[in-house]
C-alpha cells in the first residue's frame, strides 16, 4: 500500500461525503502535506546558496507549484481515481485510521516544516561564519 495514494483516497472520500469538490481538495490535502514536509530542504537551498528577495521567494514557491502540478497529474485522473478507490475500497485501515488522524498529518508536517528550518538555519549560520 502506497501511503501517499491511501491518503489521497481517504481525503477524496472524507471531502465527497460533504459534497466539496473532492479531488481537487483531496489533491491540494497532498500538496500542502509535501511542501512542509519539503521545506528545510528548501531553506538549506535558499540560505547555502545565500539567496535573497525576489529570488528567495521564487524558490520558495516554485516547488509548491511544481508539487502542484506533479500531484494533479498523478491524481487528477479518472481512471486513476476509480482504480484507488477498487483498491482501498474493502482496505482494514479504513476502520482502523480515523479521520482525526488523517487531519492530524498535516500539523505534524508543518511542525516538521517549520521546527526543521531553525537548527538548519543555526547550522548554516555557523557553518558561514
Known sequence: MKLKDYIFYRMYCI?????EFAR???I???????FFLILPFIFICAAGFNIKGNSAYLITV???VILIILNCLGYFNKNRLNS????YN???YNRTIKNWML???IFIAMVWG???MFPIGHAMMWFFK
Open 15 to 19: 471531502y465527497k461525503k460533504n459534497n
Open 24 to 26: 481537487v481538495s483531496a
Open 28 to 34: 491540494a490535502y497532498l500538496s500542502a502535506i509535501d
Open 62 to 64: 516554485l516547488p509548491g
Open 84 to 87: 484507488l478507490i477498487r483498491k
Open 90 to 92: 474493502r482496505s482494514k
Open 103 to 105: 487531519y492530524s498529518i
Open 114 to 116: 517549520i521546527l526543521g
